[in-house]
């Protein structure tokens, strides 16, 4: 799945709709030529044994395909909301927050350590 971009404006966007999975999940921006930084929500719901997920932004050099971690969160083992947000000039807060940019194509991921069951959705704010 991939995610596109309009020229003008902010945008907010289901990223991964609520579901149970097992498996690590990635989903693609392309296009991006407005929007300076993204906040992105992860909402987990409904843990099974002892899951443990990490939500990243990640940006993509166009030439290699090669990714550049922007920003990831902590270990997520719990049921609840986990928020990361990416803006220049913002103040810098480990696993919570980055000052830097989002390119014209980047990730979000949501990597699981195990096979473990969790029911989570994503959501992200594109901001100029």
Request: hydrophobic content about 45%.
């Amino acid at each position: 799945m991939a995610l596109h971009f309009a020229l003008d404006k902010n945008l907010s966007m289901t990223v991964l709709e609520s579901a149970a999975r097992t498996t690590s999940q990635t989903v693609e921006w392309q296009g991006n030529l407005s929007c300076k930084g993204v906040e992105v929500f992860i909402n987990v719901t409904s843990i099974t044994a002892t899951p443990s997920l990490v939500l990243s932004i990640n940006n993509v050099d166009p030439v290699s395909g090669q990714e550049r971690v922007v920003l990831q969160s902590a270990a997520i083992t719990a049921t609840g909301t986990t928020t990361l947000r990416v803006y220049p000039g913002i103040a810098a807060t480990s696993n919570v927050a980055a000052s830097d940019f989002i390119a014209p194509f980047g990730t979000i991921k949501v990597t699981a350590a195990d096979a473990d069951s969790a029911t989570y959705s994503v959501g992200a704010n594109f901001i100029r």
